[in-house]
C-alpha cells in the first residue's frame, strides 16, 4: 500500500512563492510517472502538473500554470517536489500528490491528507 504524504503549503501573498514536497513510501517510485493535483472549494480535483516516470525527462502543466509552476522528483529519496512562482489568488487549493497514469492522467493510489495553499492579501 503506497502512503503519500504532502507538505509545504501555507498562506502566501500574490505573486509569492511556495515549494510543495510529496514523500511517497515503497520501493515503486521510480517505475511511475507522479502528478500534483489540486482541489480548490466547490470544485473538482484536478491535475496541474505532471512528471514522467524514471528521470523524468517528460513533464506536462495545466495551461494556467505554465511558467509559474515546476515539477521535479528525486528518486533516491522518494520525492516530488512542485515550485509554485509567482502565486495568484486562484492558485488557492488543496494541493495533493499521486502515482499518474501518464496516457489517462488518473490518479493510482489513495489519496494523502493534502496541504493547503492560500493565496491571500
Known amino acids: 500500500q503506497v502512503q503519500l504524504v504532502e507538505s509545504g503549503g501555507g498562506l502566501v501573498q500574490p505573486g509569492g512563492s511556495l515549494r510543495l514536497s510529496c514523500a511517497v513510501s515503497?520501493?515503486?517510485?521510480?517505475?511511475?510517472?507522479m502528478g500534483w493535483y489540486r482541489q480548490a472549494p466547490g470544485k473538482q480535483r484536478e491535475l496541474v502538473a505532471v512528471i514522467s516516470s524514471g528521470g523524468g525527462e517528460r513533464t506536462n502543466y495545466k495551461d494556467s500554470v505554465k511558467g509559474r509552476f515546476t515539477i521535479s522528483r528525486d528518486n533516491a529519496k522518494n520525492t516530488v517536489d512542485l515550485q509554485m512562482n509567482n502565486l495568484k489568488p486562484e492558485d488557492t487549493a488543496v494541493y495533493y500528490c499521486?502515482?499518474?497514469?501518464?496516457?489517462?492522467?488518473?490518479?493510482?493510489?489513495?489519496w494523502g491528507q493534502g496541504t493547503q495553499v492560500t493565496v491571500s492579501s
Open positions: 515503497g520501493s515503486i517510485f521510480s517505475m511511475y510517472a
Open positions: 499521486n502515482l499518474n497514469n501518464w496516457s489517462t492522467g488518473r490518479e493510482l493510489a489513495s
